[in-house]
């Protein structure tokens, strides 16, 4: 047993920095998480990547030793700097994602016409910031300011802000003593968005 253990603890330290960017792109993104092998498959791409960059790193330093030395580089060291790249990687990817960054590079030269969001629905929501009228089931609408949307229309609330039913006369029912409504997403019929103001 403590052979297998002594054989195991290496290859997790080599892929424990590649599953720290995955957990931090997941955490700080809204995009659902997938199954179980494609959030290994994934890990081990950013598994990938950062042990590319922690090479670099190395060379980097190595070269700047022979200047002015700043220690040795130990197995201590290559964790180190594999853990501070993979959070660092995981954090600009996740940054990249929710600021559509690759995407509309890509749709800028005509590669594509998707978005990094993980839905149509939550792309108009995150991109158009405006007041919005939910059409529900039932037929009653509600008017306000989504400050929470849900990433798909199947799961999820809606957290409106300043909310005000609309009457059948397209009267407005101000619902002034309330902060907000949550309002489930298959509630929901559909979305009317206004110009931004």
Known sequence: MDNLFSQATPLLMFLLPGF???WIFYGLTSHPKPSQFERTVEALVFTFVVQGITVLVKVALLACGRVWSTGLWTNESQTAWSIAVAAALGITVA???NKDTFHSWLRSRGFTSRTSHPSEWFCVLDSNPAYIVLQLQDGRRLTGWPKEWPTSPATGQF????PAW???AGDVVDLA??????????DVRWV???PKE
Do not use: C, R, W
Not at 159 to 162: D, G, H, K, L, R
Not at 177 to 182: E, V
């Open 177 to 186: 003593k309330l902060d907000g409504i949550i309002i489930h997403a298959t």
């Open 20 to 22: 720290l960017s995955a």
């Open 192 to 194: 009317e968005v206004f």
């Open 159 to 162: 957290y409106i802000q300043q």
């Open 166 to 168: 609309i009457d059948d």
């Open 95 to 97: 940054a990249a994602v």
